[in-house]
């Protein structure tokens, strides 16, 4: 196409020259090709393009949402590319409880694609989220991230021991409920013995602590997962108290005539607090004149009774017998009783 624009102006040129024009072509085919070739070979020129809204950027979860600080730092990862970029900035929104979001605060980007942000905290939950602002518009907001400004110490409510309690044993267990998740830490002041652990989700513990003879002052800290702390102090004792076991019988004495007849034997075990044990393993033996010995096992219920029952058959002297027990367990030893059987004319 180019060419034959070239052909039509050199023939008209031509003509021209024939009328005699020859100085006015030259000057008109002089601008005209040059006005073609600069058409021809200029560079292109680029169209504006239209700016495209960037992506949210994120914020980085702490590993533990609840603090007692009021200020904190949001810890925020923006697109590498846009880094220093001073036509981009961050927007802090936050969202309070029953509270939609709204901005508290906006900052240039940083040199780097992670940047730190200090929020001050309300009382309570806070919803933090984030958004990139640039030439384009506001980008979509990050997803929320939460903290929980508490203040308030935990509060401890121990259900064992009671403040003065005897304790007949080794060791006690201090057991109750407070904040979930905190941290119980046990102290005994007299032996300097301390354990630690760790409340469930719902707020129980259960720790034990060694004991020495006499009077034990006991020390309690209690640790809520924002750092808040509270103590409790209380006394026992530790007394010299052992596991027990007293056995009973449905008859004490009984007459030849009315043999044979039967007997039941029960034993109630005590563990050295003097509470029920149960689980305790219990062996009768029903020693009688005139018959061999008769035996019998048991387990203790949550009563810490056991019973055993059998007969005292014909045959038997007439005299003084006895029915005793003996009671194992894994964790207190081992305890026996007996009581007197008679056996009359």
Sequence with gaps: MALGVGVLVVAAAVLYVGAGGLGIVAGALGGTISTFVRGVTATPVPSATVGLVP???KIESPAEPYTNQSQVD????IPSNLAG???YSVKVYLALKDQAPAPVDQKPLSPTPRMIIPVTL??????????????AGESEQSPLVRWILDRKPPAIRLSSPKDGALINRKAVTLEGRTQGRSTINARNVQTGDAVGGTAGADGTFSVSLPLTNGTNQLHLVVTDPAGNNKT??????????ALRASISSSIYSVSQKDLPYDIQLTV?????????LAGAHVTFTLSIPGIP???????TDAEGRGVFT?????????GGGSAAVLVRTDQFGKTSDETVITIRK
Excluded: Q, Y
């Excluded at 949001?74 to 990862?77: A, C, F, Y």
């Excluded at 409790?232 to 108290?241: F, H, N, P």
């Excluded at 010995?293 to 387990?299: C, H, K, L, N």
């Design 55 to 57: 992506d949210a950027p």
């Design 74 to 77: 949001l810890s925020i990862t």
């Design 85 to 87: 970029n001073p036509d």
């Design 122 to 135: 309300t009382e309570g939950v806070n919803d933090f989220s984030v958004t990139l602002v640039g030439p």
């Design 232 to 241: 409790l102090d209380l006394s026992v004792r530790r007394g010299s108290g």
């Design 268 to 276: 109630l075990v005590d563990d050295p607090d003097g509470r029920p």
């Design 293 to 299: 010995t008769i035996r019998g096992d048991a387990t």
């Design 310 to 318: 059998t007969r005292i058959p014909k045959g038997t002297s007439r």
